[in-house]
């Protein structure tokens, strides 16, 4: 079962725009030693869509091999593409390598029947033994899933679903649905909104952007939520939301890469055309000044970094 705080990792490139598999290396370790509980590797924090295959199976290896320093981590690489070919070439990559679970947006920009991407879910999971995951995310595939398509899915052995869009009654009867008819089968939040409410249903798993900048925050929530400490659990879920409303002024890639130099750490680049403000940019001091102001408030110690590329 997958259970805890994972991250949607951004994936780090130098100025070049070349893969820096040492600085994303450093991150997942980073967050691993903060509590983290997984990563889900080349989504959409993590620039997947803007990557080569090759490139992505570097951040697999690299995250198996930073994972392997510490107990019980998981691994859900995500391998949506355009195609399938390449969709299945990734997957089969990763089943190799080893991981826990594999993920995939439904193929985009084009505009597929609900056919089609039951076909496409059909041809990963005949390809692999590793449980394969349906990833929900309407935005950029211009699919929306219906409990009909799930339903189907589940025959042909979906393991689960990772919903980003939040919408209630489609999360809340998925679940259910799967709950009544003994369907082994997970669904995970691909946000930390809503964690508390749906951790009361019975989910027991979010991916959360924000623990790529503020990993102790999430931790806690997690951790203080599992040990039935509620009033604590609340207080964390609302600082959690202020925060994370606060960091949503740009791309959440971007102000991902943003919060880490704001706390001190060299946090590379994003790939183009994503592009970082300048450092000399007011708002970095700003993402400090209400980082600690929040870590403060919540007793919490914010550590900080050696780079001074913000001062």
Not at 61 to 77: G, Y
Not at 214 to 221: D, G, N, R, S
Request: hydrophobic share 40%.
């Amino acid at each position: 079962m997958i259970r805890g705080s994972l991250v949607p990792n951004i994936t780090i490139f130098d100025s070049r725009g070349n893969l820096d598999t040492d600085k994303t290396k450093w991150h997942m370790r980073w967050m691993f030693q903060k509590g983290l509980d997984g990563l889900f590797l080349t989504g959409s924090y993590g620039s997947g869509p803007l990557m080569t295959n090759e490139e992505r199976i570097e951040v697999f290896k690299a995250a198996k091999e930073v994972a392997s320093e510490f107990t019980d981590r998981i691994l859900i690489p995500h391998v949506g593409c355009i195609d399938t070919s390449s969709t299945v070439e990734l997957a089969r990559a990763a089943d190799e390598i080893g991981v826990d679970g594999i993920a995939a947006v439904p193929p985009f920009y084009y505009k597929h029947s609900e056919d089609l991407v039951i076909q496409f879910y059909k041809d990963i999971i005949e390809s692999v033994g590793t449980p394969v995951y349906a990833y929900n995310n309407p935005v950029t595939s211009r699919f929306t899933f219906t409990l009909r398509t799930i339903q189907e899915l589940q025959d042909m052995g979906l393991a689960g679903l990772k919903d980003s869009p939040l919408d209630v009654g489609f999360v809340s009867t998925v679940y259910l649905d799967a709950k009544l008819r003994n369907k082994d089968f997970e669904v995970i939040l691909g946000t930390s909104k809503g964690w508390l409410p749906f951790y009361y249903m019975g989910i027991r798993a979010t991916i959360a952007g924000m623990n790529n900048w503020a990993p102790e925050v999430m931790t806690e929530m997690i951790r203080s939520t599992f040990e039935g400490d509620r009033e604590r659990s609340e207080r964390l879920y609302m600082a959690m939301m202020d925060l994370s409303k606060k960091m949503h002024f740009t791309d959440s890639t971007i102000a991902s890469h943003m919060g880490l130099y704001a706390r001190g750490f060299d946090g590379g680049f994003p790939r183009k055309p994503m592009i970082l403000p300048p450092f000399d940019d007011p708002k970095y001091k700003e993402i400090r000044s209400f980082l600690k102001n929040g870590f403060d408030e919540l007793g919490m110690e914010m550590e900080t970094g050696d780079d001074k590329t913000v001062e």
